[in-house]
């Protein structure tokens, strides 16, 4: 699986990430990091990658467009370091892979994952 992690996480997770052998981006470290929600999302279609964020508005954008993929994870836990961050997506990607690879909106909060499977209906 490859993640696309948006700007307000850390870009040392995706260092992390990378050295554990999960292929790994952050939008900064390829000119995304000023860049609308909805090109981050073409990005992370076009490059078959998992968008992690913590912004809601990724989760609009799904439901508008329509759109089969690609999946988002949404962090709703603050505070998160980049090494507690890097376990949670560890976690998330091991007990969701198939959903995930199927496309779906996940949002991640304490204790908690919630799965939509992508189209979202309207």
Same mark, same amino acid.
């Given at each position: 699986?490859?993640?696309?992690?948006?700007?307000?996480?850390?870009?040392? +997770?995706?260092?992390?990430?990378?050295?554990?052998?999960?292929?790994?981006?952050? /939008?900064?470290?390829?000119?995304?990091?000023? *860049? @609308? $929600?909805?090109?981050?999302?073409? @990005? +992370?279609?076009? %490059?078959?990658?998992?968008?992690? *964020?913590?912004? +809601?508005?990724?989760?609009?954008?799904?439901?508008?467009?329509?759109?089969? %993929?690609? %999946?988002?994870?949404?962090?709703?836990? @603050?505070?998160?370091?980049?090494?507690?961050? %890097?376990?949670?997506?560890? $976690?998330?990607?091991?007990?969701?892979?198939?959903?995930? @690879?199927?496309?779906?909106?996940? *949002?991640?909060?304490?204790?908690? /994952?919630?799965?939509?499977?992508?189209?979202?209906?309207?």
């Amino acid at each position: 699986m490859k993640l696309l992690l948006d700007q307000g996480l850390p870009r040392s +997770a995706a260092a992390l990430l990378r050295r554990i052998g999960i292929d790994t981006v952050h /939008v900064g470290e390829i000119g995304l990091a000023q *860049t @609308e $929600d909805a090109a981050i999302l073409e @990005e +992370a279609r076009r %490059s078959a990658r998992i968008v992690i *964020t913590l912004d +809601a508005d990724f989760h609009a954008l799904m439901a508008i467009s329509g759109a089969a %993929s690609p %999946s988002v994870i949404r962090i709703r836990i @603050e505070g998160l370091q980049s090494a507690a961050l %890097s376990h949670l997506l560890q $976690d998330i990607l091991s007990s969701c892979r198939k959903e995930l @690879e199927a496309g779906v909106i996940a *949002t991640v909060q304490p204790g908690r /994952v919630r799965l939509r499977r992508l189209p979202l209906r309207r």
